[in-house]
Each structure stands twice: as structure tokens, then as C-alpha cells.
T-cell receptor, first 114, second 110 residues
Framework: EAGVAQSPRYKIIEKRQSVAFWCNPI?????LYWYQQILGQGPKLLIQ????????DSQLPKDRFSAERLKGVDSTLKIQPAKLEDSAVYLC????????????FGEGSRLTVL | QKEVEQDPGPLSVPEGAIVSLNCTYS??????FMWYRQYSRKGPELLMY????GNKEDGRFTAQVDKSSKYISLFIRDSQPSDSATYLC??????????FGTGTSLTVIP
């Protein structure tokens, strides 16, 4: 079974530029998450989707971050304009959405903002 | 108070030692408990997944949950240099929201 796919793995941009990350969850997983992980910290939830609807985006900085999951499968996270403090690893994760489902992560997209 | 507390370490042990990693939590509604291993520049990999209290063993790894004390542990027997990584604990209620510790950095010295 294929795991959670993410791209690109690494991205370096200047501040105020834009960047987009892509995620394809495990087949059949209804719930998809984007997390931000800063070095030495645990993952911080940015947004949670159930199929193509948003369940929780309370911690998403909506003035600069946006995310979509149009057909309930793959998802894109965009940052525009980027700030220095956005330098982090962006992790995508998925679960089947039923009670007690395990959470699986992708390899992450590492963003460096200069 | 954070929902999940985890000692960040770093923890350094000699090869072959028994390692004990721990997390405490405050939410008594947590039902599912997980341990992830995260190598440098990699995503978290699910190691152990347990429901409610009790022990679960998988090879050299044992996960222990004590809901009365709101305390979970991961034991690694006969630790190997390849076990050197950051270990994250995570928890959830019956819904789909997960809560993570900050991770413990482990180094196993050959």
C-alpha cells in the first residue's frame, strides 16, 4: 500500500515570495491534515479536511496561508507571502476517518525562507 | 498547561541499554495512544498504537498506558544505534483530532 506522498521535499524562497506544497493521502483515507513542525517541536495542526470539507482551520494564519482539497483526494497548501518564521517542515497526514483510525504521515516538505 | 507533556531530552544511552520514554497528559478523554519515530529529515513513522490502558509489545518495543495516572511509556529493549531518532507521543479522543508531545531526542552510542 502506497503511503502519503508529498512534494516538493525541499524548497528555498525569499521572504514575500509564494510557495505551494502538494499532498496525496493514502487511498481511501477521508481525513487529511496539514501540520507545521518547527525544529525541536511537535507537529502543530494547520488545517484538517474531512473529504473535501474543512473540519478545523482555527490555527491556520489565513492572511497568508490557504489550503484546498477540491475532489476529496489530494490537497495543496499555499503560503503567500512567506515570512522568515514560516521556515519549517510541512507535514501532510491522513487517516481513514473512522473511530480509532491510525494517523500516517508523509515525508514532509522542508521550507526555508531567506 | 499543555494537553501532552514530553521530556525533550536529549537522551543518550549505550548500545544494548533499555530505554524508557514517557509522556503525561491532562485530558482524561484520550482513548488512543501512539508512539512515532522520526529520523532526521524524515516524516514521523508510526511505531505503536494502543487503545485504552495496558501493554502492547512488538519486537523490542513495548508501549504501556496507565490511564489512571495519565501516563504513557515506550520501552526499547536491547537498544541499537539505528534507534537513534526523535520519538513523538500522540493521543486522541474518539474523534479525529490528534495531540502531540514535543518529542524526545534519543542517541544510542555504539
Amino acid at each position: 500500500e502506497a503511503g502519503v506522498a508529498q512534494s516538493p521535499r525541499y524548497k528555498i524562497i525569499e521572504k514575500r515570495q509564494s510557495v505551494a506544497f502538494w499532498c496525496n493521502p493514502i487511498s481511501g483515507h477521508a481525513t487529511l491534515y496539514w501540520y507545521q513542525q518547527i525544529l525541536g517541536q511537535g507537529p502543530k495542526l494547520l488545517i484538517q479536511f474531512q473529504n473535501n470539507g474543512v473540519v478545523d482551520d482555527s490555527q491556520l494564519p489565513k492572511d497568508r496561508f490557504s489550503a484546498e482539497r477540491l475532489k476529496g483526494v489530494d490537497s495543496t497548501l499555499k503560503i503567500q507571502p512567506a515570512k522568515l518564521e514560516d521556515s519549517a517542515v510541512y507535514l501532510c497526514a491522513s487517516t481513514h476517518g473512522g473511530a480509532g483510525g491510525e494517523l500516517f504521515f508523509g515525508e514532509g516538505s522542508r521550507l526555508t525562507v531567506l | 498547561q499543555k494537553e501532552v507533556e514530553q521530556d525533550p531530552g536529549p537522551l543518550s544511552v549505550p548500545e544494548g541499554a533499555i530505554v524508557s520514554l514517557n509522556c503525561t497528559y491532562s485530558n482524561s478523554a484520550f482513548q488512543y495512544f501512539m508512539w512515532y519515530r522520526q529520523y532526521s529529515r524524515k516524516g514521523p513513522e508510526l511505531l505503536m498504537y494502543t487503545y485504552s490502558s495496558g501493554n502492547k509489545e512488538d519486537g523490542r518495543f513495548t508501549a504501556q498506558v496507565d490511564k489512571s495516572s495519565k501516563y504513557i511509556s515506550l520501552f526499547i529493549r536491547d537498544s541499537q544505534p539505528s534507534d537513534s531518532a526523535t520519538y513523538l507521543c500522540a493521543m486522541r479522543e474518539t474523534g479525529n483530532q490528534f495531540y502531540f508531545g514535543t518529542g524526545t531526542s534519543l542517541t544510542v552510542i555504539p
